[in-house]
């Protein structure tokens, strides 16, 4: 498939919310497209919610096979991913702590076949239950922390260990004092697992203090949150802060106002693998913009 046929007949492209992210969307086995990437350009892939151990066939009858199938499609990918980010919910929460440790050595160990660099970080499901104690046994990360990459400042802000859910005083202050060392124009990254707005607090879809920090990233012109948790795209923008969400690997759940109560979205024979994906990212690296492209996960 070339690059014009792909544009025509595939891709939903919209200019974005307000004038930073560019939207596009593909089919599966046409990965590999990335529109325009200058050569100083990057793009990195955001994974999330895998929930490696969950077992519900009815919701998802493929539960071995969605981890392995994203792993193959970035794998495959043409033009390499600079990284790859885990956003959260390596794993399936439990409440036995052996089987909570055998879950993320098993992720771990698949994980470790991705053929690029990888960044990771903990969920509610993983790291909520014991404050992330076995999640760092074996991932080692604090699990809030801060890398550059190609003139982009990247923060992973831990609003997960405290089951509040919150980000609490010491790490507001962490992140002003690593703020207090960015020049204003440095574009800016934030990923985090939980949205940092109160997108429906009802659902545990939220941040309690998530506002804190939304202030403290105000003055930079350039900033940008990937997040995962709530299981299905979306994109909000508070004030000109942009905001992310990716889906699932493993179960979509049903977006705000379909349902009464959170669910988890059935599997659909007609439509396998349907609502469920990753997403690749073009980080521009004056940070003017980002194009994101959804990729549905294949079924083969
Ligand atoms: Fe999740």
Redesign the pocket.
């Known amino acids: 498939m070339d690059e014009s046929s792909f544009n025509r007949r595939d891709f939903l492209k919209l200019a974005g919310v307000g004038g930073g992210a560019v939207f596009a969307s593909s089919l599966p086995g046409c990965a590999n497209f990335m529109p325009g990437k200058p050569d100083n350009d990057f793009y990195f892939v955001q994974l999330s919610?895998i929930?490696w151990g969950y077992n519900n066939a009815a919701v998802n009858p493929d539960f071995k096979g969605s981890l392995p199938k994203a792993i193959a499609a970035v794998n495959s990918l043409e033009q390499k991913p600079d990284f790859v980010v885990f956003t959260?919910?390596l794993t399936q929460s439990t409440d036995d702590p052996k089987l909570r440790r055998a879950r993320l050595k098993e992720f771990r160990d698949m994980a470790a076949a991705i053929n690029v660099p990888v960044r990771y970080f903990a969920?509610e499901?993983d790291a909520a239950l014991d404050r992330g104690e076995a999640y760092q046994e074996f991932f080692g990360e604090t699990l809030r922390y801060t890398f550059d990459h190609k003139g982009l400042h990247f923060i992973v802000l831990d609003n997960i260990s405290d089951p509040a859910p919150i980000l609490g005083d010491k790490q507001i202050e962490w992140l002003r004092a690593d703020l207090a060392k960015q020049k204003p124009d440095q574009p800016i990254i934030v990923l985090t697992h939980r949205p940092l707005f109160s997108m429906y607090p009802q659902w545990d879809w939220a941040t309690r203090d998530g506002d804190k920090a939304i202030d403290l990233l105000m003055p930079f012109k350039n900033v940008t949150v990937f997040y995962?948790?709530i299981?299905h795209e979306h994109h909000q923008k508070t004030g000109h802060i942009e905001h992310h969400a990716a889906k699932?690997l493993m179960f979509p759940l049903a977006p705000v106002g379909t349902v009464e109560k959170k669910t988890q979205v059935l599997w659909n024979a007609a439509k396998p693998y349907d609502s469920l994906g990753w997403r690749s990212i073009r980080a521009e690296t004056g940070g003017e913009a980002h194009v994101l492209m959804e990729q549905a996960l294949a079924k083969t």
């Open positions: 919610d929930h959260g919910d969920g499901h995962g948790h299981h699932s």
